[in-house]
């Protein structure tokens, strides 16, 4: 069993709040589960900011006593779609196959990211969602409107995909999503 941590764009190079939630839920599971590993998946999603969420939330992390051993970084997702991709792709570079994941983020966002992650995992892995109440008017630029959006853009960009099927995913990233091109998404040996 895993817990992967969805990151949130930083707005300055250290964590702010809705961040920090998300990390110690993540921090909350790990220790409760006794989970092997703490993923803290997010990149620089915010170019303005010379570090990505992932450095941020593992330095929180060991700031609250988590074994650097069990922190894994996935550094290269600048949306949610590209936390499961990633996440899913770093797991299987390194030999790891869970059994469980349990997915932590906001509830706002929770719908939309477990969205994700079953299309990009399939059977691949259990999910257990683990949402942090977070109050929609602290978030900033929050609009339920966008939210919808961006869950109906999600859907539209998995709709050709059949779950679990990592190649199909990759292609599209490349040649469908507005993130990532190939330089972003090397082809897997």
């Known amino acids: 069993m895993i817990v992967v941590t969805l990151g949130h764009r930083l707005t300055s190079p250290t964590i702010h709040p ?19 590993y703490l993923l803290c998946s997010g990149g620089r999603g915010n170019e303005a900011i010379a570090r990505t969420e992932s450095e941020v939330m593992q330095e929180y992390a060991r700031s609250q006593g988590v074994d650097e051993e069990r922190i894994l970084l996935e550094d290269e ?6 936390n499961g991709y990633y996440t899913r792709r770093l797991l299987a570079d390194r030999g790891i196959d869970p059994e469980t994941i349990v997915l932590v983020t906001s509830d706002y966002h929770m719908e939309r990211a477990l969205y994700v992650f079953e299309q990009c995992f399939g059977d691949a892995a259990a ?37 679990g099927d990592f190649e199909m995913i990759e292609r599209r990233l490349v040649d469908e999503h507005d993130c990532y091109t190939r330089e972003h998404v090397p082809p897997r040996p």
């Open 77 to 82: 997702s600048v949306d949610t779609i590209g």
């Open 127 to 163: 999910l257990e969602p683990e949402a942090c109440e977070t109050s929609v008017t602290d978030v900033l630029g929050y609009d339920e409107t966008s939210n919808e959006t961006k869950l109906e853009r999600t859907r539209a960009f998995f709709e050709p995909v059949t779950a």
């Open 18 to 36: 809705e961040l920090q939630q998300r990390v110690e839920t993540g921090i909350d599971a790990l220790r409760a589960l006794d989970a092997s």
